[in-house]
């Protein structure tokens, strides 16, 4: 079932989108050469307590941290690790979900480190613009697969891989609810959008294939040709006035 959003839960779910998007921000000054995965963690963990926050990836089914940090060829779910060190040239993308009140928002956002290869930068580019895409479908009326088949076009029309292992999923008081969202597939299929309806939009595209494998950690996903993924996330809420992003703020 879809949880439709009342306008009590929209504003707990912006605020808690609203201190993400800060703790994000913050971490631009971190997220440096030099710098452990598990540090990183460590300062996601620190200011979701700070601002009242709670992890909701911590201790989902078992897994021990606040963060999913990748690098490079690392699609989703990197581990933080004390031995995992930042280096120049690395793109490093953080994942957080945090509940605050009891209502989630979800993001992922990408740092470039020293001196990043041109063809990094323009993955991530199109990560992004395909989110963007993405989520201009986000109107009530549209089709869930509207926002899907979209991400694909902007992905593909680049010659770039669309991740199939995972998805973008509905939000609210649990970091999953349904519907599903796909990074591809045919327009006009799915549930019909409705005000009220959240969405964490999460484009995952590789350089190379789009097939992964699991590393032993039973966790971070990447890509099975080492080529270089993209990740970018946002919350939205479908509003009469189009679709609300949760977690971008100060001009993002």
């Known amino acids: 079932m879809i949880v439709i959003k009342n306008k009590s839960m929209i504003r707990k779910m912006a605020t808690a989108g609203k201190i993400l ?18 540090a990183i963690d460590e300062f996601v963990a620190q200011a979701l ?3 009242n926050m709670i992890s909701k ?11 999913c940090v990748s690098i490079n060829e690392e699609i989703v ?12 040239g690395d793109v490093v993308t953080v994942d957080i979900c945090a509940s605050w009140n009891g209502y989630c928002a979800d993001m992922a956002r990408n740092f470039f480190i020293g001196t990043v290869s041109e063809k990094a930068r323009h993955l991530v580019q199109v990560a992004q613009d395909a989110l963007d895409a993405g989520i201009k479908q986000a109107v009530s009326g549209n089709h869930l697969s509207d926002i899907s088949a979209k ?6 029309s680049h010659g770039y891989g669309v991740v199939r292992d995972f998805a973008g999923h509905g939000i609210g008081k649990s970091m999953h609810e349904e519907p599903e969202l796909l990074n591809y ?4 299929n799915g549930p019909v959008l ?8 999460e484009p995952m595209i590789t350089a190379g294939h789009y097939d992964i494998c699991i590393e032993d950690d039973g966790w971070t996903a990447k890509t099975v040709d080492n080529s270089l993924a993209a990740h970018v996330e946002d ?11 949760i977690t971008r703020h100060n001009n993002e």
């Open 77 to 88: 779910h990197g581990v933080p690790s004390g031995q995992r060190i930042i280096r120049d």
């Open 57 to 67: 990836t911590k201790g989902y089914m078992g897994y021990r941290y606040s963060s």
């Open 185 to 188: 597939g045919a327009p006009a």
């Open 49 to 51: 307590k700070k601002n």
């Open 194 to 201: 409705r005000v009220g309806m959240a969405l964490a939009i």
């Open 151 to 156: 991400i694909q076009q902007v992905v593909e």
């Open 235 to 245: 919350t939205i809420i479908l509003t009469d006035n189009g679709p609300l992003v």
């Open 21 to 38: 998007s800060g703790i994000c921000a913050d971490l631009k000054h971190f997220v440096v050469e030099g710098v452990s995965t598990l």
